[in-house]
């Protein structure tokens, strides 16, 4: 453990050095994030999972940088290079970027210009030009360099080649470059361009045919779009600070008078900042604006999967589900509280009224039959139309209707994990399947997707995909703990999610389940093959086990805690399920009376809060939530209409809201609120309920601009299809906002597949 590192990161964050120390040595033992915020928060003075992550993440990044120091080290040493100068500057830097600039020296080359000039033996006129004495001639001085057998034939030669070597010698100056990656990270234009005879083809981002913005505030959706542009070839993009004041920097630091060596190092500084400063900065802010633009962008996605991963689930339900269709009719399938698929059906409704009558029919005899006490409408294709029907059937009022988005339903139906489950089944059957599932618990059926797959970021393919991954994944893990998993029933995939187990012992848990029947204890599950005590300390306090033989085994205490309840009921006369059952005799309890050297109050309150309400779930009460029944499709919106409608993406642009049409509106930043928004998180989140207004209705484009506004003072306006020019025949262009107008060419693709990209 490097002390150094504990010591710089307790700094950074603002903590205190033995709660970074306590961190990196728990997760060195192999303890998870969930673990150690849930279960260890006396060593680690209560950090939450975003700090834990952020010091592992920090502590990931100085070890990354420690191991190109010594890279370095060795390389310079091997080479005889290393002086103890130059070591101690090298162990001194703090960034990676610093770290290079000192090596840049000395790395291997490629065959340069400057090398080329060396060999001509033409360093010791650079160096007699670079000391720009008043009295240095360089026309003269570069005559004793002629050399007819190295290519220098004429004094220009001479001189060309001493300046080449100058030229390099800027380039690596340190502190030269430390002042232009400055110069760069405060003043660098985002300079984006059509290629010429594409403005047709990439007509999507017409909005960077002619564009500028300052690198630094330019925002992570507008830099992810236009680097998407450049890589399809229809734009050309260039970072660059004004040129004058990047050659003014230069000629500060280099340049020193007027006199005609002076010169010769002005025409060299000038040349190294075009040919190489320039193009070595640009990749590096390119880089940058990169890396910020991708953590921007993660942080949105990971945000919104958060908020659908902990959408309020309807709970076990015996669940009647459709998967609506038109030409290939919809699938019906019932499941019992577990999930467990009892009946499949298709059926043809929206074919003839004799196909409709049929089909109420059959669903009310499956919902008899099956004794069903919800119905899941996935949102597809006839989503609405098929609500509306069953609707009509003579169903008990305490049978709720719920139409379910479907977004990863068909991903999760061509999965490995659903023909494993259901071999012999259409992937329209399992899809249906996957819908009433949701249903019954968002979490669970969702964990079964690649995160990617789910539909809730901007520009997700564009981005870092291994940080995308480890973000996602960090989301993923923290939802599944965070409300705990019932052991006896959760599927191998939601399993694998649960603190210490993995991939290889979540499979081994639900064979030995399949197996040996349902665990009755948490102790059962140490006989499991390879699930050790480090796994079963990670992972137990986080499975549950309801109607158990014990009653903390429901509960989120952990087992090495039993000890501490049991002397609890002891000490208050009573047994453990009164202490459960009792609030009463919970408050009896004195809570200092357990203190101990690794057992403190964090701890002792958690348990008594858990006590209180065993095994509770974190996530809001279900609530049925149903679309304007009058609006169906895209053709039944007016523009000032009032329409209920819930978030699906949250973006840096703005929100997507279904409101019932298939088609996603979009609430732009500007129309969120009636004050000024700069995050739309700060606003709104996914699985949110809202209240929109219709502005706009582009049928060409099946696009729909909503207001979320109280009186929104956009006019209202209709475009009908067809209708791409305005009175004066020019084409009408999106209307201009106040400041930078956001990349708008996602869009379309955005509403049509809910994923923004």
Not at 8 to 19: N, R, S
Not at 161 to 166: E, K, Q, Y
Not at 651 to 660: E, K, Q, S
Request: net charge neutral; glycine share 6%; hydrophobic share 40%.
């Amino acid at each position: 453990m490097n002390e150094k590192h504990i010591a710089k990161i307790a700094e950074e964050l603002k903590l205190g050095t033995q709660q970074v120390l306590a961190t990196s040595a728990l997760l060195e033992e192999g303890a998870t994030i969930p673990f150690v915020a849930r279960y260890r928060k006396e060593a680690t003075g209560s950090l939450d999972e975003v700090a834990l992550r952020t010091i592992r993440d920090r502590l990931h990044q100085l070890q990354e940088l420690d191991k190109r120091r010594e890279a370095i080290v060795k390389s310079l040493d091997e080479r005889e290079l290393l002086t103890d100068e130059l070591r101690d500057n090298i162990l001194s830097a703090e960034t990676l970027a610093v770290l290079e600039d000192i090596y840049l020296p000395y790395r291997p080359k490629r065959r340069t210009r400057a090398t080329v000039a060396r060999e001509k033996g033409l360093e010791p006129l650079a160096q007699k030009i670079f000391a720009q004495e008043e009295t240095t001639d360089p026309n003269q001085e570069a005559e004793a360099f002629l050399n007819a057998d190295k290519g220098v034939e004429v004094v220009e030669d001479a001189l060309a080649g001493a300046r080449d070597i100058v030229a390099e010698w800027v380039n690596e100056d340190q502190e030269a470059r430390a002042k232009m990656r400055a110069l760069y990270t405060h003043k660098a234009i985002f300079h984006a361009k059509v290629v010429a005879g594409k403005e047709t083809e990439g007509r999507k981002y017409r909005d960077y045919f002619d564009w500028q913005e300052v690198a630094a505030k330019a925002p992570s959706h507008r830099i992810l779009a236009m680097r998407r542009g450049e890589k399809e070839s229809f734009l050309t993009v260039r970072v660059h600070p004004p040129e004058d004041e990047a050659l003014a920097l230069l000629e500060t630091l280099f340049v020193r008078g007027d006199c005609a060596a002076a010169q010769q190092v002005k025409a060299a500084v000038r040349d190294s900042y075009k040919r190489l400063l320039s193009p070595s900065m640009e990749t590096e802010i390119r880089l940058a604006t990169k890396e910020r633009a991708d953590a921007e962008a993660i942080n949105v996605f990971a945000d919104n999967l958060r908020q659908l991963l902990l959408a309020p689930p309807l709970g076990q339900k015996n669940i009647l589900a459709i998967d609506p269709g038109y030409r290939t009719g919809c699938k019906v399938v019932c499941q019992d509280r577990q999930g467990k698929l009892l009946h499949t059906k298709t059926v043809y409704p929206f074919t003839s009224e004799k196909s409709k009558r049929e089909t109420l029919a059959t669903l009310g005899e499956l919902c008899k039959r099956y004794q069903v006490e919800a119905i899941a409408v996935g949102n597809g294709t006839g989503g609405r139309e098929l609500e509306a029907l069953v609707k009509t059937l003579d169903l008990p009022d305490n049978i709720p209707l719920v139409m379910v988005d479907e977004s990863g339903a068909s991903v999760y139906s061509a999965s490995a994990a659903a023909r494993a489950e259901f071999p012999d089944l259409d992937v329209t059957v399992r899809g249906a399947v996957s819908i009433g599932r949701r249903l019954m618990d968002p979490l669970a059926e969702l964990v079964k997707i690649d995160p990617k797959s789910i539909g809730v970021g901007q520009y997700q393919h564009d981005v870092d995909q291994q940080a995308l991954k480890k973000s996602l994944d960090d989301v993923v893990t923290s939802c599944v703990n965070g409300v705990g998993v019932e052991v006896n029933t959760a599927s191998e995939q939601l399993l694998t999610y649960v603190s210490g187990l993995g991939p290889q012992l979540a499979k081994n848990i639900f064979n030995y389940r399949n197996e040996h029947g349902p665990f009755l204890c948490r102790e059962d599950l140490k006989k499991v093959p390879r699930l050790g005590p480090k796994a079963f300390q990670q992972a137990a306090g986080f499975l549950r086990i309801r109607n158990g033989k014990n009653p903390l085994d429901a509960s989120a205490v952990h087992p090495e805690s039993y000890s501490i309840v049991k002397a609890m009921a002891g000490d208050l006369g009573c047994s453990v399920e009164e202490l459960v059952d009792d609030e009463e005799v919970r408050q009896k309890i004195d809570l200092s009376t357990y203190v101990t050297e690794k057992v403190g109050m964090p701890t002792l309150t958690d348990i008594v809060a858990e006590l209180a309400k065993p095994g509770r779930d974190p996530r809001q009460e279900f609530e049925v939530f149903a679309f304007a029944e009058e609006v169906q499709t895209i053709d039944d919106l007016r523009p000032g209409m009032k329409l209920p409608g819930i978030i699906t993406n949250v973006t840096a642009f703005g929100a997507f809201v279904d409101i019932g049409v298939k088609q996603d509106g979009l609430v732009h930043v500007s129309q969120l609120a009636d004050r000024f928004v700069r995050n739309p998180r700060e606003v709104v989140k996914v699985q949110q309920r809202v209240t929109v207004t219709i502005l706009d209705v582009d049928l060409e484009r099946n696009r729909i601009s909503l207001s979320m506004k109280e009186n929104p003072g956009r006019s209202p306006k209709r475009k009908e299809k067809g209708s791409k020019r305005g009175s004066n025949g020019k084409e009408k262009r999106r209307p201009e906002t106040t400041g930078p107008t956001p990349f708008n060419a996602p869009f379309a693709r955005a509403l049509k597949k809910k994923s923004g990209d």
